[in-house]
């Protein structure tokens, strides 16, 4: 492995693949950690494979190289790729599903052809800044390494490349619970008597045996969580996941409670033979910190679709705030035509030269980071990230100086739809 570089991503997931392989396509040689085995983050590894959204209002507004993958995915596997129909006057998110697999080759394939160097199972233990740019140390199985670059992307989800470098990051005193995802089997939904179902599972509750959120997101029992075969159906807490630790006992406790799931299934009429047939090898985590960024969306701007001047892509997503303990969701539908944008200066941590975030954790109040979260918007923020910085390191000047539409234009040659197209 080499140890100079133009562009280091940290995070392969929904936004590091995407801002890799855009910088690598625009001339950068690039260097992709992942501290996992396989690309695509929460599509992949999270289980939750069915991105939202690149339509609103009858027409497209995310495509680029995120879309490609998602398209070649569908057509590779013999599923109708998706289209505007059905988006003219709906302010739900249109959302499709792909094949785990299928995704995680096709983004491996994207990478490798556009010269991107993956180095997969590796960490960054620390970030510095010198008067030659960027110094990673990178915890590899067979130890340290040290990394040269003159961009670095965070695409953590949970800045933790940022917080390294020693700028400062937001830590809500309470976060959305995440959720382990799941496939049951060994049953018919059609054919079971829910009723009798919640009420054993009131019971169980009350005898401590099981808790509300191990078979729902609200205190209703779980019948959502058996007809939709425990897919994105639980929740836990998640507290501090940011880190080694907090990470640590949320997959034991998402664990733990697939197991009281599991066992209190068994026991109820027409679930005899309930089997949890498959986890998602992570939990899914849907909000731990914000950075603070040069620019911050708020949730006023969001929700009125305001047009930042530097925006660098668009996104499409309800108010979309998971609530702990078996409160359910705070969800609140954008008003009709409204379509929020995001820009460069929420993605570029406050007092940094030539560092980008893309991900969940851009500079967002909360209500608008539960929307901002989700895959569509963070694979479009990963592009953006991936061109601003390969331009950086042409032009030679730092991201924030990068020219809008110098910016724009290496977007659009790379088939991305930008603001204010």
């Known amino acids: 492995m080499q140890t100079e570089y133009d562009v280091i991503v940290i995070g392969g997931g929904t936004g590091g693949s ?30 939750i494979n069915y991105p939202a959204s690149f339509f609103a209002w009858g027409r497209q507004i995310s495509r680029g190289i995120g879309w490609e993958l998602v398209r070649q995915t569908q057509e590779e596997t013999g599923h109708p790729v998706m289209t505007a129909e059905g988006t003219e006057d709906n302010s739900r998110a249109k959302a499709t599903s792909m094949n785990i697999p299928v995704f995680a080759a096709l983004c491996d394939q994207a990478a490798l052809d556009a010269g991107v160097e993956l180095l997969f199972h590796a960490m960054p233990a620390a970030i510095i800044q010198d008067d030659a740019g960027w110094l990673a140390t990178i915890c590899t199985k067979s130890g340290l390494r040290r990394i040269r670059a003159t961009v670095v992307i965070d695409a953590t989800g949970d800045a933790n490349a940022v917080a390294l470098a020693g700028f400062d990051v937001d830590r809500p005193e309470i976060v959305q619970p995440g959720t382990l995802n799941m496939r049951c089997s060994g049953y018919d939904p059609q054919t079971l008597d829910y009723a009798a179902i919640g009420a054993a599972a009131r019971k169980a509750i009350a005898d401590g045996q099981l808790t509300t959120t191990d078979v729902s997101w609200s205190d ?20 501090g996941a940011e880190t080694s630790e907090g990470k640590s006992l949320g997959e034991v406790e998402g664990r733990r409670a697939m197991l009281r799931a599991l066992r209190f299934f068994r026991k109820q009429p027409g679930l005899q033979d309930f089997q949890v047939e498959w986890i998602s090898p992570e939990a899914g985590i849907r909000e731990t910190v914000t950075i603070k960024g040069k620019a911050t969306v708020t949730t006023a701007d969001y929700e009125a679709g305001v047009a930042y001047p530097d925006a660098v892509c668009y996104a499409f997503y309800p108010i979309d705030e998971h609530l ?21 200066g929420a993605l570029l941590p406050a007092g940094s030269s030539n560092f980008i975030v893309a991900g969940r954790c851009l500079s967002s109040q909360r209500e608008a980071q539960s929307a901002l979260r989700v895959e569509c918007p963070c694979m479009a923020m990963g592009q953006a990230a991936g061109a601003l910085a390969a331009l950086a390191v042409q032009l030679q000047v730092d991201v924030e100086e990068v020219p809008m539409d110098s910016l724009r234009a290496t977007l659009r040659a790379h088939q991305a739809i930008v603001p204010p197209d």
């Not at 209703?220 to 507290?239: D, I, K, M, S, V």
């Open 18 to 47: 995407i801002a890799a392989i855009q910088a690598a396509r625009a001339g950068a040689h690039t260097l992709l950690v992942e501290k996992n085995g396989m690309l695509g983050g929460t599509m992949t590894l999270g289980g």
């Open 220 to 239: 209703n029992g779980p019948e959502g969580f058996l007809r939709n075969y425990g897919g994105n159906a639980n929740h836990l807490r998640a507290a």
């Open 324 to 344: 702990n303990d078996g409160r359910g969701i705070n969800w609140r539908a954008l008003g009709r035509r409204v379509l929020p944008t995001i820009p460069r």
